[in-house]
């Protein structure tokens, strides 16, 4: 009868099966567009995750290049285990994609970022995949359709093979260091739109592509570090903003002995 005692005083045995089984938790992301070696606004936006409550982070890419930290933002993305699909930049660092595309500026800070690194972050960033497919979502950093031709979307129609071809509804994307949103409603998916607000309600998507904005070096003349946040639940995206200190970043470019215009735009977010 030893049950019944426990019931008596108001305990019970443990119980096994479903009953017990934890409920799959709704989901919140934090999704972090090109951060490129900016450590001070990454610590800003983590800072930010953090007080969100946040259950996911996750990278969009272009992790280095520009700026004048990439081993302190690698140890960063490390630590906190934030999983990133490769960006242009960080190929080219690891020699898998030719600079000769790429402005003087650029491929300046991919040969010093290059000679920074240890190994290991270079492996690190030689085995980051082009795209990830989440629970709720995918990421890439160019496009979803053609990850490795790195192309920009700028246009609905450049969006249209990435949104045909997402397995889900929602997928982020960074690149052009540009925020907006390009979607298809549920009530006419044959039609595609796109839209510059902040808060963005994906619950009437049928397919989206989100473009996150950058956290180290915007480009839509607003010099604070961007952040999207998305909540699976829910279906809302909100676009972000941390203020930071961009005269520490501007400095440590400048003190790397990179161009001089890698810091001033930061203060203009261009
Ligand atoms: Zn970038």
Redesign the pocket.
Known sequence: MALGFLDDVGLSLPKTGRGFEPLPLPMRYAILG?I?SNLTALEAVLKEVDRLGVDRTYSVG?VV?YGGAPREVLDLMRERQIPAVK???DAAVVGELDTAFFNPMARAAVDWTRAELTERDLDWLQNLPLTIDMEDGSISHGTYAHPEAYEYIQSTDDAEPSLNLQPTMACFV??T?VPVTILRLKEDPTRTFYTVDTEVDLSLAQRALVNVG?VG?PRDEDPRAALGIFDAETGQFRLHRVEYDIDREAKRILAAGLPEMLASRLFMGI
């Open positions: 090109d490129h272009d290049g960006g242009n930049h960074g690149h260091h950058s070096q």
